[in-house]
């Protein structure tokens, strides 16, 4: 198969991760939030070539689970979650807080402007998209 394929083997990158997973939570939503997701994408892709160099994939932090930490950042910080959803269990509030600013590039935290209902519509629909529970989500934005 390899001698086929003349050894061209296209393994799955953080940013094809970050476009598949873009497409499926564009689905699951049926695009009610096409617009500030193309805008996350964008900056999905920006954080990703940065942190990339920063903290580089390895065996413990799949490209995978790289996308699957900015695509929740990423919506945060287009307002569709609140920052605090995305916060791993084991981390102080204040602390993660910093740790999201610092990740995300951002300066200062941004405010969810959803209902309380589509706000959870859109966790739901990031734990759909990555095929993952809440708990390593919020693992995978650290």
């Keep these: 198969?390899?001698?086929?394929?003349q050894w061209h083997v296209n393994m799955p990158t953080v940013e094809s991760w970050i476009?598949?997973?873009?497409?499926?939570?564009?689905?699951?939503?049926?695009?009610?939030y096409?617009?500030?997701l193309a805008r996350a994408t964008e900056r999905m892709h920006q954080l990703a070539m940065s942190l990339v160099?920063?903290?580089?994939?390895d065996w413990q932090?799949?490209?995978e689970r790289f996308a699957v930490g900015l695509l929740g950042i990423g919506l945060a910080g287009e307002s569709l979650l609140h920052v605090e959803d995305l916060r791993p269990q084991y981390m102080h509030a204040p602390q993660w807080d910093q740790l999201f600013l610092e990740i995300s590039m951002?300066?200062?935290?941004?405010q969810c402007r959803l209902s309380p209902r589509y706000a959870q519509?859109?966790?739901?629909s990031v734990v759909g998209a990555a095929n993952l529970p809440l708990e390593e989500i919020q693992q995978d934005c650290e």
């Design 1 to 5: 198969l390899l001698l086929d394929l």
């Design 53 to 57: 160099e920063w903290k580089p994939a």
């Design 19 to 32: 476009s598949m997973l873009s497409t499926r939570f564009g689905v699951i939503t049926k695009d009610l």
């Design 106 to 110: 951002m300066p200062v935290l941004p």
């Design 121 to 124: 519509h859109v966790l739901a």
């Design 61 to 63: 932090r799949r490209p």
């Design 34 to 36: 096409a617009k500030p």
